[in-house]
């Protein structure tokens, strides 16, 4: 069963740092690479896409470049999103997602709706 599971959320003041964790069961990453993606939604606010990578590209919301890394363990089959400088903007709900259709990944990843989706993993920035 395909399945992507998301950790490592959870409280942090303003300026602290977190890394999030999405393992894929069912995937094997070693044979075939897919688009990878982090997505975050607030309270009221419509889905956005953060961050984006396959074997070859990788982009970054202008709200995190900077700030955010995206990085992949094929071995592990894991995805990472290391987040550093938090703002209280950066609350939120964070998924990440995998689609395997080629070209996939590009600069107007956000507005995908990527095959795979974990069930995401809270994200709070406190004062």
């Known amino acids: 069963q395909v399945q992507l599971v998301e950790s490592g959320g959870g409280s942090v003041q303003v300026g602290g740092s977190l890394m999030l964790s999405c393992v894929a069961y069912g995937f094997n990453w070693n044979i075939v690479r897919p688009c990878v993606a982090w997505f975050r939604q607030a309270p009221g606010k419509e889905r956005e896409g953060v961050a984006v990578?396959?074997?070859?590209?990788?982009a970054y919301a202008d709200s995190v470049k900077g700030r955010f890394t995206i990085s992949q363990d094929n071995a592990k089959n894991t995805l990472y999103l290391q987040m550093n400088s938090l703002k209280f903007e950066d609350a939120a709900i964070y998924y990440c997602?995998?689609?395997?259709?080629?070209?996939?990944?590009?600069?107007?990843?956000?507005?995908?709706?990527?095959?795979?989706w974990g069930q995401g993993t809270q994200v709070t920035v406190s004062s």
């Open positions: 990578m396959d074997s070859g590209f990788t």
């Open positions: 997602a995998a689609d395997y259709r080629a070209g996939w990944c590009s600069n107007d990843f956000g507005s995908k709706n990527f095959n795979y």
